[in-house]
């Protein structure tokens, strides 16, 4: 049963595949922002500019998600990657397991959903405008951060939580040091 874990390999690189394509989805909006701006034909005014910029941040949010699912669950799921005292080393990883991993993911998908929402809102003045389609953003963000809130307190509430390594707990009955 425990090699079984094995099986999660493919998952993992159907993953990076899926970060391929969303370079090249950047790499194709960057174009586009790029040759509107260039190009001089009124495609590029400040609105269009901004959606696009937005759209740019929103496949980097996602690709981030990726790289989180990817390098997390593989650590915490399969094996160790024994990066320890590897420059590139992310912090996070140092102590990431299945509860923490979930609270990242959550506080991520809140900001993906955040440029979706912002992107709505400056599409206010468009012509096709809906408000009932903005409004179930709106409800849909909520339960997001509703969620995000949710998993991040049963995590702290959990049995056996302990404080992020290198972060000294909390004593009220001392004073900081004076810098």
Same mark, same amino acid.
């Not at 996070?92 to 900001?111: E, Q, R």
């Not at 979706?116 to 468009?126: P, V």
């Not at 509703?146 to 049995?159: E, N, R, W």
């Given at each position: 049963m425990f090699v079984s874990r094995w099986l999660q390999v493919p998952l993992y690189a159907g993953l990076i595949v899926a970060q391929l394509v969303y370079v090249w989805v950047f790499l194709a909006e960057l174009f586009h922002l790029v040759g509107d701006t260039l190009a001089g034909n009124g495609k590029a005014n400040e609105t269009t500019t901004m959606l696009a910029v937005l759209g740019l941040v929103d496949v980097v949010m996602v690709a981030n998600l990726l790289i989180m699912v990817i390098v997390g669950g593989y650590e915490t799921f399969v094996a160790r990657m024994n990066?320890?005292?590897?420059?590139?080393?992310?912090?996070?990883?140092?102590?990431?397991?299945?509860?923490?991993?979930?609270?990242?993911? %959550?506080? #991520?998908?809140?900001? &993906?959903?955040?440029?979706?929402?912002?992107? +709505?809102?400056?599409?206010?003045? @468009? =012509?096709?405008?809906?408000?009932?389609?903005?409004?179930?953003?709106?409800?849909?963000?909520?339960?997001?951060?509703?969620? %995000?809130? #949710?998993?991040?307190? &049963?995590?702290?509430?959990?049995?056996?939580? +302990?404080?992020?390594?290198?972060? @000294? =707990?909390?004593?009220?009955?001392?004073?900081?040091?004076?810098?």
């Open positions: 990066l320890k005292g590897h420059p590139d080393e992310p912090e996070w990883l140092s102590h990431v397991n299945a509860n923490v991993l979930k609270v990242k993911l %959550a506080t #991520a998908i809140v900001g &993906i959903s955040s440029i979706h929402l912002l992107k +709505a809102f400056i599409g206010i003045s @468009e =012509p096709g405008w809906q408000w009932q389609q903005t409004m179930w953003q709106v409800i849909v963000h909520m339960v997001f951060i509703a969620s %995000a809130i #949710a998993l991040a307190l &049963i995590d702290k509430l959990m049995p056996g939580h +302990a404080p992020d390594k290198g972060a @000294e =707990p909390h004593r009220p009955d001392e004073t900081a040091p004076i810098s």
